[in-house]
C-alpha cells in the first residue's frame, strides 16, 4: 500500500496540476460560487493580514515568534485547501524562508546530539500527527510541503533553509533504524505520503538537489540500501527507493560527481557481493537494479558511473544475481528481474563505438533479405553485457527465467536487424543454445525456436549454419519432445518460400525425415496398422506425423524433391501410412505431390485403395475421395485418372453401397448411418464430376463406354429407389397442379427437420446431387449438409468466380463459371446425368407412400421440362439421347394417357423432337398405344405398302400452340381412348379418329416453325456455334487450302486429299465465298470482337511469321462487312503493334454497312465474289440474301506472303483457315454465332447461280452438281452448278465424324494429323482427344489436291448440332404415307384439321416430303381421302390447302403456285369442292380469279394452270345440274383470266367446241324458247332443251370475242 501511494505521489511530482492531491480530502464550502470567491479572498486577505503581523514581530522573542508563525499556519494551509491549490499570497517566498527555517530548526533540535536510534524516534515524534494538540511538526512539515510544490523560486527558497540534507537525514534513519512496532496507522501513512512528496518535489528543481549534496547523508542513504537489508525498516523501504530513484532520473551532473567522489557504486557493489548467497533473489534484484538505474540514468551526461561499474566486477555480480532467480520456483515473472533484465538489456547498448564484423552472409537468401549497414535503430555496443545475459541462459533451468532471456535477445532484434548479425557472428548465441535447448523445459524450447523462425518471417534471413545444427538436435533427438519442436518449427520454416525446399533437401533433411519414416513405416506394418485414439496424446505418432507433413512441405511445388522421395523408394511405404488416420492426411498430400511427377502412379494407388477399402472403411474411402477432388482439378490429373480406370473404381464404389440405403437397410450395414452413405455418395459423385468438368476427352470416354447407363444401375442398387412399375399397374391421377416446387422438395430433403420418410429423402438428396453434377457445380459442392440446390450455382467473385480452393496451392483452381446462364435459363453441362435423372424418374415410385411419390415425380418431371425451355438445352438433350431414353425408361407414362406424367413426358418429347430425333425414336412414339398385330397381319407379304403399320399414332395430350390458323388445341381430348382395330387394308392397322387427333397435335408441336424464316423450307440446318463468352475464342481449322511447291519440293509435304496435282493459290481465276450464318447475339461494341467468317493464312517454309492474306469479317462497332486482301502478320492481339488497327493499305479492303438487312436468329447467306482482272487487281463484290450490298475493285491477293517477293525452289507456302475466332486472338466477348453449309470455289460465280444457292436454302448439303430448278419434275437430271474441280471444300454437319489426330494419321496423311494436332496443342499421336471433323464433301469430285475438310478447335467455345427435327425424319419411317394415314382417321372436323395441318407444315418445311408424295401419287391419295370425307372440309381445311399450294402462304403474302401436285390433283379437283357443306366451290372459284389475276404471278399461275389442265375441267362442270348464274359467271371469269394469262389454242379450241355443242338442232326454233322460264336451276346448262344454254352460249361467245380482239394476244404468234 505504501509503495503504491508513494509511485502515485512520484507521479504528482511530475504532474504540476496534481500538487495538492495525495492529501486528507477537501471539504468544500457549500456557498455559490460568486460567495465562494468572495469568501476566498478574505480568507487569503486573512492570511496576508496576519503574515505582516509575523513580520511586525522582529522585536520580539523567538518563542513568541514561533508561537505567532504556528497559529498562522492553519489558516494558510485551510485557504490553500479551499482554493483548490491555487495560492493567492503576494509574501509567498518570505513565508517560505520563513517556515522552512522554523522546521529546519525543529529537525536540528530533535536530532542534535542523541543517538540514531533516539534521533529515529524523536523525529518521527516530531513530525506525526497528534491529533488536536501538540500539531506543530506536522504542520510546519505540510505547510513546507506546499510552498514546495508552487513554484522553483519558492522552492529555491526552501532549498536555501538546509531543508533537503535534513530530510535526507530523517528518511536515512527512517529506512534504517525501524520502528519497535510493527504496526502503523493511517496518520503515519499521511505523514509519509507528505514527507516523501515533499523530498520528490526537491528532487524536482536542481537547487533543491544541490540540497541534497550538503553532508554524507545520500551516500549513507544508497549505501544502505545493499547492506543490512534484513534490519532495514520495511515501512519506509519502497519510499526510499522511490526518493532515490528520483534523484537518479534527475540527471544533474553534481549529483553523478558525487556518487562517484563518494565511491557509492563501487561500495554498493562490493556490498552486495557479499551478501549476494543470504539475500533473496528479489531483494538483490531490486538492489541491484537501483544502481543500475544510477549508471543508465547518469550514462547520457557521463559515463564514470559505468566505468566505475565496470571496474568493481559489477558483470560476474549482475550473473550471480540473474543466476539466483533460476533457484526460485516462480509462477510469474518477478517484476525486479523484469526491470532487471531490462537495464541489462540497456547495458548492450553502451559502448565506446560499433562493434566491427565482417559481412558473413552465406547464401542463397530469401527473395527480401538485405543486409543494412546502415544504423537505423540501437546497435549492440557492449558484448560484455549480453555475455551476461548468454551466460545466464546457458547455465538457467528456470524456464521463467529463460524465456525473459529470449525476449530480451528478441527485443534487441526488434532494434535493429543488424543486432541479429553482430551478436551471431562474434558471440554466436542461437548456434549455441540450439546445442543446449534439448536441456531446457518445454515452453523454453517452444519459444526459442519461435526466435529462429522470427529470422526467416521478419527478417528474411536464412540462418544455414543454425539450421544445420537444428538438423543435427533432429537427426540425434536426444529428447523426444524437443525434436518434435524442432521439426515442428522446421516445417514452419519450410513452408515460408520455395527456396527452403531446395535447401532442406541439400542439407539432406529430406533423406533423413525419408528414412525415419521408411523405419516408421515397417514398424506399423509389422503392428497390424493398430490405430489409436486421436485423442489420446502419443508424442512417437505425432513427431511422425510431423514428419510427414514436413516432407509434405518440402515437396510442395518441387518437382526435383518429388524425384528423390520417389528415388528413395518411398511410395510403398507412404501407402503403409493411409491406413492409420493419423497419417491419411499428409500421406494423401505427399501422393497428391508424387502425381506432378507421375499422375498415372498417384491414380493408381488412390483407385487400388479405394476398390480394395473393405465397407466399414467409411473414413478412409472418403479421405481418398476428397484427395482424388484435388487432383481432379488439373487436367494431367483427369487423363490419369481415365487411364488408372478411375471411373470404373467409383462405378464399383457406388455397387458396392448395394442396399446401403434399404429401410430396413441390411444387416451389413446396420452400424453405418444414411447421412454417412449419403456423404460418401456425394463424394463419389463429384469425383465424377470433377473428372467430366470440361474434360472433352473424359467426357467422351464416359458416354462411349456406357457408363451414364451403369451410373444408374448402382444408383438403382443403393436400395432408396423403388422398383418399375409393372405395365398393367393401376394408376391413380394426380393433379399436378398441387406438387410443390422441385427446390423446395429439396430443400426440405436437406433441412435438419426433413417431414420425408428415409428412403423419399434419400432419393430427393441423390436427385440433388444429380442436378448439381447435370449444371457442372457438384464438384464445387464437398459438404453433404449445404447442396447446391437447384437453380444455384457456384459461388463465384463477379466474373472471377473462384471455386473452392485446397490446401494444395501448387494445383490450378476451377475455371470460371461465368457466363453460365443462356437466356435466362441454366446450361446443362452434362446432359448424360439428365438422361440418369429421367431414368429414375419411374423408380422414385414407393408403394408405401403413393400421392407423397406421385407429387415428387410430377415435380422432378416439371423441373425437367423447365431445364429445355431454352432451344440450346433441347439441342443439347438431343445430341445425347434423351428422347431415346424417355422412349424406353417412360414407356409405360408415355402408353398410357391417364397417367399422372403423360401430359408432361409428352411436352418434353415434343419440345426435343422439334429440334432433333432419330427416325426410330420417332417410329416408336408414333408406334405407342397399337396393339400387337394378329398374326394375319404379319403374315402381310412386304410388298404391300410399306410403313403402313408405322402410321398408327398415339394419343397426346400436348398443349403446345396450334398456331393462329384456327383454335384447335381446344378440340383436345384428355379421355383416354385405346386403338380400335379396324378393317385390315393393304396399308396396316389404324387407330380411332380420337386417338389420331391426339398423335396429330403432336406431330404439331412437333413440325411447327420454331422462328420465321424467309425461305418455306423453315427447318433449320444442322449447324456449328461460336459463343465467344466462354473462352474467347473458337473456330473450325481448315488445313492444307492449298500447297505453292517449289520447283524442287517434295511431294510429301503437301497435305490434303486427292490423286490430283497441287491446288494453285491464290486461283487464277478469282473465288466466292458462300456460307449460311446465324447470329444469335451480337458482341458489344467495347468489346471489339468481330465476327470472323474466314481467315486465310499463309506461312512460307524456313520462316517464323504467317501471314493473314484473305480474311472477311463482320465489324461489331458498326455492322460492316469487311472484305480484306491485306497481307497482315498473323500474331497474338497483344503483340499486334498498334499501328495494325489502323487504316488499312490502299486498294486493300472493301468495307459494307450491312447491320440494317441483320436479324438475330435469323438465318442469313453471305456470298463474297472475288472477279480476277488484269495484272494485280481484282473486283470484289458482296451478296447478303442473294442481293448485292457492296462491290469494289480492289487489289489482288498477291503471290507470296508478307514482304517476299521469291521462294527457295525447294520451299513451298502452306495455305490455311480459319473460320470464327483461333485462339492466337482470343478475346472474351458475348458474340454467338452459328454457321449453316459453307463453301469455297475458285472461281467467281454468277448472280444467277448465287440465286439458286439462295433459293435451296441453308438445308442444301451437296456440291451443286446435280441441282434440280425448281419446278422441275423429279424425273429431269439436274445440272451442275459449279464445276468440280472448281469446288475447293464444301463444309456442313451433315458430313462430319468424331475422331482422333491418329486416326486422321491414319485415314488421310501425317502432315494434316501435325498441323491439326498443333491447332489443338495435343501430339499428333494422340488417340483419346475427340476430334470433330467436318469432312470436305468435294473430297470425291475431280481436281487438283482439297483440304481434308476443317476440324472444331475450342472445348467450350464450339458446339455442334445435328439438325434432324420430326419433319424431316418422318422421311425415313414412311412420310407422307403417315400423315395420309392419320387423314383417313379423321371421323370429325377437329381431327381432319389437325391432320391436313401436319400435312401442311411438313410439306412447307421439308421438300423431300413433297417429292415423296409426288412418288407416291400421294396428292391423288390425298385427293380420294378427302373426296370420301368432303362432310367434314370446312374453311379452315380450304385455308390449309391452299397455304400447302403457295397461294395463300401465311404471313408472306406471295400468291403463286409453288406446290403443283397440291394445285393439279385438290385444288382442281371440282367434284370435291362442289359437294362440300360450306359451299367450298365459291370460294375456290374466287381464289382462281384472284391468283389468275395477280399482275406479278398471274402468268406463271396461269401456265402451272393449264399443265393441270384447268379449262377443261372447268367446262365440264357446266354439265353439272345445280350451276347457278353466279357460278357461271365465275368459271366464265376463271377462264378468261387463264386464256389471257397464258393463251394456247387448244384451250381455246376447246372452248369453241363447247359453244358449237350448245347450238339446237334444226328442228328447234330457239326464238321460240323464253329464255327467263327456262333458267331452271335443276336443268343442266348443257342441255338442249333448255333456255340457259343459250344464254351460257352467249357468255362463251363474248368470252370469246373479248380474248381473240385482245390487243395482247398475237395469234401469228400460234
Not at 527452403?500 to 506394418?525: E, P
Not at 494407388?605 to 473414413?619: D, F, K, M, P, Y
Not at 449444371?775 to 463477379?798: F, I, N, W, Y
Not at 458446339?1359 to 394415314?1381: C, E, K, Q, T, Y
Request: hydrophobic content about 40%; aromatic content about 8%; charged content about 20%.
Amino acid at each position: 500500500m505504501e509503495a503504491e501511494d508513494v509511485s502515485k505521489s512520484e507521479d504528482r511530482a511530475k504532474d504540476p496540476g496534481s500538487k495538492n492531491e495525495g492529501q486528507p480530502d477537501v471539504v468544500q464550502p457549500d456557498f455559490p460560487h460568486g460567495e465562494q470567491f468572495q469568501g476566498l479572498t478574505t480568507l487569503w486577505e486573512k492570511v496576508e493580514k496576519k503574515f505582516l503581523e509575523y513580520q511586525q514581530l522582529d522585536h520580539r522573542s523567538p518563542d513568541e515568534r514561533q508561537r505567532s508563525l504556528l497559529s498562522l499556519l492553519p489558516l494558510f494551509l485551510k485557504a490553500w485547501e479551499h482554493s483548490v491549490g491555487i495560492i493567492c499570497f503576494p509574501s509567498l517566498q518570505k513565508l517560505a524562508e520563513e517556515v522552512s527555517n522554523q522546521l529546519a530548526q525543529e529537525i536540528q533540535k530533535v536530532l542534535v546530539g542523541k543517538p540514531a536510534e533516539q534521533a529515529r524516534a524523536a523525529a518521527g515524534q516530531l513530525l506525526r500527527w497528534k491529533g488536536d494538540t501538540d500539531q506543530d511538526g506536522y504542520l510546519l512539515l505540510k505547510s513546507v510541503f506546499v510552498l514546495t510544490g508552487t513554484d522553483s523560486e519558492t522552492l529555491g527558497r526552501v532549498a536555501e533553509s538546509g531543508l533537503p540534507a535534513l530530510l535526507l537525514q530523517c528518511l536515512y534513519l527512517f529506512f534504517v533504524f525501524p520502528m519497535e512496532k510493527d504496526e502503523f496507522f493511517e496518520n503515519d501513512l499521511q505523514v509519509q505520503r507528505v514527507f516523501v512528496q515533499m523530498l520528490l518535489n526537491i528532487c524536482s528543481e536542481s537547487q533543491g538537489l544541490e540540497g541534497l549534496l550538503s553532508g554524507n547523508e545520500l551516500q549513507s542513504l544508497v549505501i544502505a540500501t545493499t547492506c543490512l537489508r534484513e534490519h532495514s525498516c520495511s515501512f519506509w523501504k519502497e519510499p526510499t527507493f522511490c526518493v532515490l530513484r528520483a534523484i537518479s532520473k534527475a540527471q544533474n551532473l553534481s549529483i553523478i560527481q558525487y556518487l562517484q567522489a563518494m565511491d557509492c557504486v563501487k561500495i554498493s557493489l562490493q556490498n552486495l557481493s557479499r551478501l549476494t548467497d543470504s539475500l533473496l533473489a528479489p531483494e538483490l534484484g531490486e538492489a541491484m537494479s537501483l544502481i543500475l538505474g544510477f549508471v543508465k540514468d547518469s550514462y547520457s551526461v557521463s559515463s564514470a558511473l559505468l566505468m566505475e561499474f565496470e571496474n568493481a566486477e559489477g558483470y560476474p555480480l549482475l550473473l550471480k544475481v540473474l543466476l539466483r532467480y533460476d533457484a526460485l520456483t516462480q509462477s510469474e515473472v518477478d517484476p525486479h528481474l523484469d526491470e532487471l533484465l531490462r537495464l541489462v538489456v540497456w547495458l548492450t547498448t553502451c559502448g565506446r563505438s560499433e562493434l566491427k564484423v565482417f559481412d558473413s552472409v552465406t547464401y542463397p537468401q530469401l527473395e527480401g533479405f538485405k543486409f543494412h549497414n546502415e544504423a537505423s535503430g540501437a546497435i549492440i555496443k557492449n558484448l560484455q553485457a549480453f555475455q551476461v545475459l548468454q551466460n545466464v541462459f546457458h547455465k538457467a533451468r528456470d524456464s521463467i527465467l529463460c524465456t525473459q532471456i529470449l525476449l530480451a535477445i528478441r527485443t534487441m532484434w526488434d532494434w535493429n536487424a543488424r543486432n541479429f548479425f553482430l551478436l551471431e557472428w562474434t558471440l554466436q548465441p542461437i548456434s549455441q543454445f540450439v546445442e543446449i535447448i534439448f536441456l531446457k523445459p518445454a515452453q523454453v524450447q517452444v519459444q526459442f525456436f519461435q526466435l529462429v523462425e522470427a529470422l526467416v518471417f521478419e527478417l528474411h534471413y536464412v540462418p544455414h549454419e543454425i539450421l544445420g545444427k537444428v538438423q543435427r538436435l533432429i537427426k540425434e533427438s536426444p529428447e523426444p519432445l524437443c525434436t518434435l519442436v524442432a521439426l515442428q518449427s522446421v516445417l514452419r520454416i519450410a513452408g515460408a518460400d520455395p527456396l527452403f525446399t531446395d535447401i532442406f533437401r541439400d542439407s539432406g533433411l529430406l533423406g533423413l525425415l525419408l528414412a525415419q519414416l521408411r523405419k516408421q513405416a515397417k514398424i506399423l506394418r509389422k503392428s497390424g496398422n493398430k490405430e489409436s485414439s486421436l485423442g489420446i496424446q502419443d508424442p512417437e505418432r505425432e513427431l511422425t506425423c510431423v514428419m510427414l507433413k514436413t516432407v509434405v512441405a518440402l515437396l510442395k511445388g518441387s518437382v526435383r524433391n518429388a524425384v528423390v522421395l520417389k528415388d528413395h523408394g518411398m511410395v510403398p511405404f507412404i501407402k503403409i501410412f493411409l491406413d492409420d488416420e493419423w497419417y491419411r492426411g499428409a500421406s494423401l498430400s505427399i501422393l497428391e505431390q508424387l502425381s506432378v511427377i507421375n499422375a498415372e502412379e498417384y491414380m493408381s494407388i488412390i483407385v487400388g485403395a479405394l476398390c480394395s477399402s473393405t465397407q466399414g472403411e467409411l473414413h478412409l474411402k472418403l479421405d481418398l475421395l476428397k484427395s482424388l477432388l484435388r487432383i481432379l482439378e488439373t487436367p494431367k490429373g483427369r487423363a490419369a485418372f481415365r487411364v488408372s480406370s478411375g471411373f470404373n473404381g467409383l462405378l464399383s464404389l457406388l455397387a458396392d453401397l448395394e442396399g446401403s440405403l434399404q429401410e430396413p437397410p441390411l444387416q451389413m450395414w446396420g452400424p453405418v448411418s444414411h447421412s454417412q452413405t449419403l456423404d460418401l455418395v456425394l463424394h463419389t459423385l463429384c469425383a465424377v464430376s470433377a473428372a467430366l468438368h470440361r474434360d472433352p476427352v473424359n467426357s467422351d470416354f464416359f458416354r462411349r463406354n456406357g457408363l451414364f447407363e451403369k451410373l444408374t444401375e448402382d444408383l438403382c442398387l443403393l436400395g432408396c429407389f423403388g422398383a418399375i412399375e409393372e405395365e398393367g399397374a393401376s394408376l391413380n391421377s394426380w393433379d399436378n397442379t398441387k406438387a410443390r416446387p422441385f427446390s423446395d422438395l429439396l430443400s426440405l430433403a436437406f433441412s435438419s427437420a426433413s417431414p420425408f420418410p428415409p428412403k423419399i429423402q434419400s432419393c430427393l438428396q441423390i436427385l440433388s446431387f444429380l442436378d448439381s453434377m447435370a449444371s457442372g457445380t457438384l464438384h464445387l459442392c464437398r459438404d453433404l449438409k449445404e447442396p447446391l440446390g437447384v437453380g444455384q450455382e457456384a459461388p463465384v467473385d463477379a466474373q472471377k468466380g473462384e471455386a473452392i480452393s485446397d490446401s494444395q496451392g501448387n494445383f490450378e483452381q476451377w475455371p470460371d463459371m461465368e457466363d453460365r446462364m443462356d437466356e435466362g435459363d441454366a446450361v446443362i453441362m452434362h446432359p448424360g446425368i439428365l438422361c440418369i435423372m429421367v431414368r429414375l424418374l419411374p423408380r422414385l415410385y414407393h408403394e408405401d407412400h403413393p400421392q407423397l411419390s406421385k407429387e415428387i415425380q410430377c415435380s422432378m418431371a416439371s423441373h425437367i421440362q423447365s431445364l429445355v425451355k431454352s432451344e440450346k438445352n433441347r439441342q443439347v438433350m438431343c445430341e445425347a439421347g434423351m428422347l431415346r431414353t424417355l422412349m424406353t425408361s417412360c414407356h409405360q407414362a408415355l402408353t398410357t394417357s391417364s397417367s399422372f406424367l403423360h401430359s408432361g413426358l409428352i411436352r418434353i418429347f415434343e419440345k426435343l423432337a422439334s429440334q432433333a430425333i432419330e427416325p426410330d425414336v420417332l417410329r416408336q412414339f408414333l408406334g405407342l398405344g397399337i396393339p400387337p398385330p394378329p398374326s394375319a397381319v404379319m403374315k402381310i407379304p412386304n410388298s404391300s405398302r410399306v410403313h403402313g403399320g408405322d402410321s398408327g399414332c398415339s394419343g397426346s395430350q400436348a398443349v403446345a400452340p396450334v398456331t393462329a390458323e384456327g383454335p384447335a388445341g381446344a378440340a383436345r381430348d384428355a379421355s383416354p381412348c385405346l386403338a380400335v382395330a379396324q378393317a385390315h387394308r393393304p396399308s396396316g392397322l389404324f387407330q380411332s379418329s380420337t386417338t389420331a387427333l391426339q398423335t396429330a397435335l403432336s406431330l404439331i408441336s412437333m413440325t411447327s416453325p420454331r422462328n420465321l424464316q424467309p425461305h418455306r423450307a423453315a427447318l433449320a440446318p444442322s449447324f456449328v456455334e461460336f459463343d465467344m463468352s466462354m473462352e474467347g475464342y473458337g473456330c473450325l481449322f481448315i488445313p492444307t487450302l492449298s500447297t505453292v511447291m517449289g520447283t524442287s519440293t517434295e511431294y510429301s509435304v503437301s497435305g490434303g486429299i486427292g490423286t490430283g496435282a497441287a491446288r494453285s493459290f491464290p486461283p487464277p481465276g478469282g473465288l466466292t465465298f458462300s456460307c449460311w450464318f446465324l447470329i444469335s447475339r451480337h458482341g458489344r461494341v467495347t468489346e471489339g470482337h468481330p465476327l470472323r467468317f474466314l481467315t486465310l493464312v499463309r506461312h512460307l517454309a524456313r520462316t517464323e511469321q504467317p501471314f493473314v492474306c484473305f480474311s472477311v469479317s463482320l465489324c461489331p462497332e458498326d455492322l460492316s462487312l469487311v472484305v480484306s486482301t491485306e497481307e497482315k502478320e498473323f500474331q497474338p492481339l497483344d503483340v499486334m503493334e498498334p499501328e495494325d488497327v489502323s487504316e488499312p493499305s490502299a486498294g486493300r479492303q472493301l468495307r459494307v454497312r450491312c447491320g440494317q438487312l441483320l436479324a438475330c436468329g435469323q438465318w442469313h447467306h453471305l456470298a463474297v465474289v472475288v472477279t480476277k482482272e488484269i495484272k494485280r487487281n481484282c473486283t470484289i463484290s458482296t451478296y447478303l440474301d442473294g442481293q448485292v450490298i457492296g462491290s469494289a475493285k480492289m487489289l489482288y491477293i498477291q503471290a507470296l506472303p508478307g514482304p517476299f517477293l521469291s521462294m527457295d525452289p525447294s520451299s513451298f507456302v502452306d495455305v490455311y483457315g480459319y473460320i470464327a475466332t483461333p485462339q492466337v486472338w482470343k478475346q472474351k466477348s458475348s458474340l454467338i454465332w452459328r454457321l449453316g453449309p459453307t463453301y469455297l470455289f475458285e472461281e467467281a460465280i454468277s448472280v444467277e447461280t448465287l440465286e439458286v444457292i439462295n433459293k435451296l436454302g441453308p438445308r442444301y448439303c451437296s456440291n451443286f452438281q446435280a441441282v434440280h430448278v425448281q419446278g422441275e419434275g423429279t424425273g429431269t437430271e439436274g445440272a451442275p452448278l459449279v464445276a468440280e474441280e472448281r469446288v475447293s471444300f464444301g463444309l456442313h454437319v451433315a458430313s462430319s465424324s468424331t475422331t482422333s489426330a491418329v486416326d486422321i494419321r491414319n485415314t488421310y496423311n501425317e502432315v494434316d494429323s501435325r498441323l491439326i494436332a498443333k491447332e489443338m496443342n495435343i501430339s499428333s499421336r494422340d488417340n483419346a482427344m475427340p476430334v470433330f471433323l467436318l469432312r470436305n464433301c468435294a473430297s470425291h469430285l475431280s481436281g487438283s489436291l482439297r483440304t481434308i475438310g476443317a476440324v472444331a478447335v475450342g472445348q467450350l467455345g464450339v458446339r455442334v448440332f445435328h439438325s434432324s427435327p420430326a419433319a424431316s425424319s418422318l422421311d425415313f419411317i414412311g412420310g407422307p404415307s403417315i400423315l395420309l394415314g392419320l387423314i383417313s382417321l379423321a371421323r370429325d372436323d377437329h381431327t381432319m384439321y389437325a391432320a391436313v395441318k401436319v400435312l401442311q407444315l411438313v410439306l412447307t418445311s421439308n421438300v423431300m416430303c413433297d417429292r415423296l408424295m409426288q412418288h407416291i401419287c400421294g396428292y391423288q391419295i390425298l385427293a380420294f381421302l378427302l373426296r370420301k370425307n368432303t362432310s367434314l372440309l370446312n374453311h379452315r381445311v380450304f385455308q390449309l390447302i391452299l397455304s400447302i399450294a403457295g397461294t395463300a402462304e401465311l404471313g408472306f403474302g406471295s400468291s403463286a403456285i409453288t406446290n403443283v401436285g397440291v394445285f393439279q390433283h385438290i385444288l382442281c379437283d371440282f367434284e370435291l369442292w362442289m359437294n362440300t357443306v360450306d359451299n367450298l366451290e365459291l370460294s375456290l372459284f374466287s381464289h382462281l380469279v384472284e391468283i389468275l389475276q395477280s399482275p406479278r404471278e398471274g402468268p406463271r399461275n396461269a401456265e402451272v394452270a393449264h399443265q393441270a389442265q384447268l379449262i377443261p375441267k372447268l367446262i365440264f362442270l357446266f354439265n353439272e345440274p345445280g350451276l347457278t348464274p353466279s357460278k357461271i359467271t365465275t368459271i366464265t371469269a376463271i377462264l378468261h383470266c387463264q386464256l389471257r394469262g397464258h393463251f394456247n389454242i387448244q384451250d381455246l379450241l376447246r372452248v369453241a367446241v363447247f359453244v358449237v355443242y350448245t347450238l339446237k338442232p334444226s328442228s328447234v326454233d330457239e326464238r321460240q324458247i323464253c329464255m327467263d322460264e327456262d333458267l331452271g336451276y335443276s336443268v343442266p346448262a348443257g342441255s338442249q332443251t333448255s333456255g340457259k344454254t343459250i344464254w351460257l352460249r352467249n357468255q362463251l361467245l363474248e368470252l370469246l370475242f373479248s380474248v381473240i380482239s385482245s390487243s395482247q394476244l398475237h395469234l401469228s404468234s400460234e
